[in-house]
């Protein structure tokens, strides 16, 4: 399974950005897709998520971009979208998309390759 992330760069405080990621490859049934980030020194943390995926998905947000990020899906093509509005420095950081394959009963989480976001002026 390989999953392929685009969208990262800089941009200004208050700014937008729209991160992709497609997942391709060995893929039996996608339950869930997502984003983590990870800022310097921090740890790895979750961003958005959605579940359920080819079903009625629900979605998941970190407080901290709560009615500033939205999470999107492209069925058709197992990829997700992470629209990021009103960036804050605070959102910098390298961006993670995964993506949870089941297979049988056994469910596997695969990584992209991390993407950065840098938000300052």
């Known amino acids: 399974v390989q999953l392929q992330a685009s969208g990262g760069g800089l941009v200004q405080p208050g700014g937008s950005q729209t991160l992709s990621c497609t997942a391709s490859?060995?893929?039996?049934?996608?339950?869930?897709m997502g984003w983590y980030r990870q800022a310097l020194g921090s740890q790895r943390e979750l961003v958005a998520a959605i579940t359920n995926f080819f079903g009625e998905a629900s979605t998941d947000y970190a407080d901290s971009v709560k009615g500033r990020f939205t999470i999107s899906r492209d069925n058709a093509n197992n990829t997700i979208f992470l629209r990021m509005n009103s960036l804050k420095p605070e959102d910098t950081a390298v961006y993670y998309c995964?993506?949870?394959?089941?297979?049988?009963?056994?469910?596997?989480?695969?990584w992209g390759q991390g993407t950065q976001v840098t938000v300052s002026s």
């Open positions: 490859g060995n893929i039996f049934a996608i339950s869930a």
């Open positions: 995964y993506v949870d394959i089941l297979y049988g009963l056994d469910q596997v989480r695969n």
